[in-house]
């Protein structure tokens, strides 16, 4: 098979000074990962960057919901699948937002000791609302964003590992210890807001790809 367009660079993207693009933090997982573990990926801005950088090797190792679908369905589904796949490393890909609905969650893998890694992309805000929002027009901040929970604290008060990082060069070593740990691990990554979704330009380029190659 032949790989599709890669539109945005993850070595240029990234704002100086700013936040870890959500980009860097995905190919950094990747990096991490092993290539038959299972990820699933909630809904949310955080799924085009997983959409367009993550690379899957093995059939059925990348579980997404379709039209975004319920935000925080990944975290207690991941319960399931490791259960099911006992064998396999299971991952989550999801937001800070998608935390707030289901992230309690989180206590039921803790309490059976499943070695699932939640890697939470945290912007403090709802990043689809946040980029429409401000790329519209001005919109009062309270409207769009959300507080900055420590997610890492969250985790621990639940039974479980948690990791904070905010410098890109520790993500791989904060992956690493992560899935190392033996038990079910949040890793609360400190993430830009002001990131444009390769949405709509990824959308046009792969069209372009599939029709004319």
Not at 48 to 75: D, K, R
Request: proline share 8%; hydrophobic share 45%.
């Amino acid at each position: 098979m032949k790989a599709g367009p890669r539109l945005y660079d993850t070595d240029t993207c990234a704002r100086p000074g700013a936040p870890i693009h959500p980009a860097t933090a995905v190919t950094a997982l990747r990096r991490a990962f092993p290539r038959d573990g299972i990820v699933l990926v909630d809904s949310g801005a955080h799924r085009a960057f997983m959409g367009h950088h993550w690379t899957t090797h093995t059939p059925g190792t990348y579980v997404s919901a379709t039209n975004l679908g319920p935000m925080g369905w990944a975290i207690p589904a991941a319960v399931g699948v490791q259960c099911a796949r006992p064998d396999r490393r299971v991952a989550v890909v999801t937001g800070d937002g998608c935390m707030h609905m289901h992230g309690i969650e989180v206590q039921t893998a803790a309490r059976h000791r499943l070695p699932i890694v939640y890697v939470v992309l945290n912007n403090a805000a709802l990043g689809n609302v946040w980029l429409r929002a401000h790329t519209e027009g001005p919109v009062p901040a309270a409207l769009t964003s959300l507080p900055d929970h420590d997610w890492a604290g969250f985790a621990r008060a639940l039974g479980a590992r948690g990791f904070t990082v905010a410098d890109p060069a520790r993500l791989d070593e904060i992956f690493a210890e992560a899935l190392a740990c033996g038990t079910t691990a949040v890793v609360d990554v400190k993430t830009d807001k002001a990131c444009p979704t390769p949405v709509y330009d990824f959308a046009a380029g792969v069209a372009a790809w599939s029709y004319h190659e």
